[in-house]
């Protein structure tokens, strides 16, 4: 693994470069340079070049930098007017173990669907035999593959309860080279599935060998893989459990993740199960779970003082509009909670409540849930999403999500190459573009991206970058993936 990483040269990547640095603020840099080096940073950019052949991107870089090296790697798309870097998309929810259950379950509400569909498919998982285990290898490399050649650069996975496959899942995200985040379910009482739960103790064990593990993996000075504390949601976790949980993520300084406020019979059952706290989001800062590095899934139905207790901690959500359609649960109104309330709100896929694995996907479908939100509205301005908003979600605020804001999310210098290139004119692209609608200025960019966001694919993301490693190349081969 080492070895691979020496041998990546110095890179100069020559193009176009799309990147949100503030919400609502889309940068489109047309011909800019960008220096990527051997440790997978960006060490240098420049929009300021007018361009010219490899000799002259390495002079120009010489002459900005004063520095060189002994060997240059250039990749140039700044020819083609349909070829566009963007930061690698990261998904803030995403449950690996369910992805075998996508597009399954249409009829249930959630308390039905985890009980019928969920809960029986991750407890498939929880089983040290050998054919368990194969199914594990077979589900959760398929699911990382899936994310990666989509452009999913980073996520934030839960598995299942299960510390051995959960251990499996997390050699399996080295291997392939994704920034990965592991959440190993934590639930210690399951009312409708109990041969799906664990004892207190049980987790308390596999939480402290899981951490251990995934450290003892990456190789020295990276952390590509790390453990995330994910007590699965409130309802199926003990008031010990949770409390556990919170002083173990605060010591060992670590992420944590869960859902909130997502269907309203959850919610009732929220506050049957903890009538001493105050609402849903209380229930989790009573126990210490909520922090500024806490991922909230869904919040469809938060009440005022909710939205203010999620704001004071300094938590983001993770906005599933696709799985919040699929299971009836509702139009989580994110604009407001973006400029209202100011909480940063990312995107997640949540596979398999969400049937579709492609941020891309998830974009689209955040703007449309947000456009019936404002058919419903008084003042449409107020809750429509917009392209750059969307993006921005989809890049930077999932990197303040997971907690690696100043590593990942925009194409800034000293942050890591974790980048996706989208070729909207890809062999097998489903998207139609005549000549007079490619012209090289600003109206005609963004028609382009609401091209890509409205008809494109993961066939228009032909190669993915993480820390600074080509992951996915479909230009050598459609259907090839690389595996490091
Ligand atoms: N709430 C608790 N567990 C889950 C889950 O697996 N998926 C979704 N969508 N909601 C949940
Ligand atoms: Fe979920």
Known sequence: ???????????LYHGTFIHTPE????????????GVNQKGEIDFVSSEYAGGSQEEAIMFFEQKTGESHSQFKYVDTSKDPLKFFLPGFIDTHIHASQYPNAGIGL????????????????DQFT????????LAKKVYSKVIDR?????TTCASYFTTTDPHTSNIFADLCLKAGQRSFVGKVCMDHNETYPSYEESFEECQDSMS????????????????VRPIVTPRFAPVCSRKLLKWLGSFASEHNLPIQTHIGENKNEIKLV?????????????YSDHDLLTNTTILAHAVHLTKAERLLIKKHLCSVSHCPTSNSFLTSGEAPVKQYLHEDKINVSLGTDVSGGFDSSILTIIRQAILVSHHLAMKSNDETDVKLTIPEAIFMATKAGAKAVGLEHQIGTFEKGKRWDAQLIDLN???????IFDWQIKKDRKSMSDLLGKWIFSGDDRNCIKVWCNGRLVVDKTVDEWVFIKH
């Open 1 to 11: 693994h080492a070895k691979a990483m020496a041998a990546i040269p110095y890179t």
């Open 23 to 34: 919400l609502d603020r889309l940068e489109i840099m047309n011909n800019a340079l960008i």
């Open 107 to 122: 009829e249930s509400l959630l308390l039905d669907w985890l009980t019928d569909y969920t809960f029986p498919m991750e």
């Open 127 to 134: 089983d040290t035999n050998s054919a368990k285990i194969e």
């Open 147 to 151: 994310t990666l050649r989509s452009g």
């Open 209 to 224: 060998s899981m951490v251990k593990y995934i450290s003892s993996i990456n190789p020295h000075n990276e952390t590509l």
């Open 271 to 283: 506050a049957d199960l903890f009538p001493e706290c105050d609402n849903y989001a209380s229930v």
């Open 426 to 432: 890809s062999p097998n692209s489903i998207i139609d």
